[in-house]
């Protein structure tokens, strides 16, 4: 613990020194009282130049809330808690189902996953659990007293017309096919989501605790095989992310201000049952996203749940853009959706925005080099602010990913290296995302493959 502790220390440390450095080397904090010469934008631009060079400066301001959210998340709270101890024993855990949604394409990887998982479960002393695996195709599971598998008939419908994985999700709460009590839990997983002990530890611990209906937890990417190292050290983002916004929103308001992700989700059933997955086609493409936001407004609380489970990074840079473009179709429809009260998403639209302006903000890459603009001070800082926080994330998410105790320092800092490389490559892959995700058809569910295919020997 005081090891985590004295590396929290450093991490918040070199993180402010890294956002001054930056500031400095930026141009937002002058050292040497050097006055910058001055451009009249509007003799130089004229009044339509102006005003869109302006115009697209304030757009990088809609990534204000998640970027202090994230900054609050990665100090405010350790950031390397080490092992997870239980609060209480895993024999009076109340009874924890582990459902994992497929459409049954990768019976293998299921079927691995699934014994992986329940060993993990059984090495932290768990008793009252099952694995219930919701497939669209039979994947044949050996009988086992703790795995159930649920095939969702190809003629079921939902009231509303839910399709996808919310349609499989809804099928299980269906009074025919649930055999779970109102105060039992589910833990939800993707077919490829690994459990760690330190997660189930967290889970357990969040169980027990019960305040919460809904918590959710870290998933990192850099485990066991890493198939593409690009994508893999592009999601050093979304790492940071998990350890920044997600945590602060939840430890501090215990809300999905910004949503959550859709792995690595616990619910208590009651509270499932009376949110549900059956959203329609808006509710169909980002089912988290939408679930979370009724549960907001049906005014349940959340949290976090320390510990990690492991994934894996797309394998191919289209499977990376499809799920980027799927993400943010899926959030624009829930933005757009007028089941959803316009406080309850108010948060969740400026970050969606942000994401859907993206290719306007990335301009001003260029036009600060070319196209000067005289700005206030605070400005400066502020979009100085936001660049720092935004690459040290790339930074944090490596730095939690791959750590220097178990990769040694030479590794280390090339993978730091390898990770700040990655963001123009991350940059391109979104911006074409978001293009195709605008212009493209809303209510499409793209299947990124997560299955390894191991070399046979003949």
């Not at 130049?49 to 204000?64: A, F, N, Q």
């Not at 855990?93 to 998982?117: A, E, Q």
Request: aromatic share 14%; glycine share 6%; with cysteine.
């Amino acid at each position: 613990m005081l090891r985590g502790k004295v590396q929290h220390l450093f991490h918040c440390t070199f993180f402010i020194s890294f956002i001054f450095l930056f500031l400095v080397f930026a141009g937002a904090i002058n050292l040497n009282d050097k006055e910058k010469p001055y451009i009249d934008p509007w003799e130089t631009y004229g009044i339509y130049g102006t005003l869109t060079l302006y115009t697209l400066r304030l757009l990088t301001l809609l990534t204000i809330p998640q970027v202090l959210c994230n900054f609050g998340g990665l100090t405010l709270f350790n950031a390397f808690p080490g092992k997870i101890k239980l609060k209480g024993s895993p024999l009076l855990s109340p009874f924890i189902c582990i459902r994992v949604v497929t459409r049954g394409d990768f019976p293998k990887l299921v079927r691995d996953n699934v014994t992986k998982n329940m060993n993990t479960c059984l090495d932290v002393g768990m008793e009252n659990f099952m694995i219930e695996v919701v497939t669209d195709k039979a994947i044949n599971l050996p009988k086992h007293r703790r795995v159930r598998e649920v095939v969702v008939p190809a003629e079921y419908k939902t009231k509303t017309g839910a399709l996808f994985k919310s349609r499989a999700l809804q099928y299980c709460l269906e009074d025919t096919v649930n055999i779970l009590a109102d105060t039992d839990w589910i833990v939800h997983l993707d077919e490829e989501t690994l459990l760690t002990e330190n997660s189930v530890r967290g889970i357990i611990n969040f169980v027990l605790d019960g305040q919460h209906q809904f918590g959710q937890g870290l998933i990192t990417y850099a485990n066991d095989h890493i198939v593409n190292w690009l994508t893999t050290l592009a999601d050093s983002f979304r790492v940071a992310d998990d350890m920044g916004k997600l945590r602060f929103q939840f430890y501090i308001f215990h809300k999905p201000l910004f949503s959550w992700k859709g792995s690595y989700v616990v619910t208590q059933v009651s509270a499932e049952k009376k949110v549900s997955f059956d959203n329609g086609l808006d509710g169909s493409v980002a089912e988290d996203c939408y679930f979370a936001m009724k549960a907001y407004v049906q005014g349940y609380t959340f949290n976090f749940i320390e510990g990690e489970m492991w994934e894996k990074s797309p394998f191919t840079l289209w499977d990376f853009m499809q799920q980027r473009k799927r993400w943010l179709q899926g959030i624009l429809l829930v933005v757009h959706s007028k089941e959803i009260p316009v406080v309850n998403k108010v948060f969740l639209a400026i970050s969606c925005y942000s994401w859907v302006t993206l290719p306007f903000s990335t301009s001003n890459i260029l036009l600060a080099a070319f196209c000067p603009i005289p700005c206030p001070h605070l400005l400066d800082l502020t979009c100085g602010f936001i660049g720092a926080v935004n690459i040290y994330m790339y930074i944090f998410g490596v730095i939690k990913s791959f750590p220097i105790h178990r990769f040694g320092p030479l590794k280390f800092f090339m993978f730091v290296g390898g990770a700040l490389a990655t963001i123009p490559f991350n940059i391109v892959i979104e911006n074409i995302a978001v293009i195709w995700g605008v212009l493209g058809k809303k209510h499409k569910f793209y299947i990124v493959n997560k299955e390894v295919k191991t070399p046979t020997t003949v």
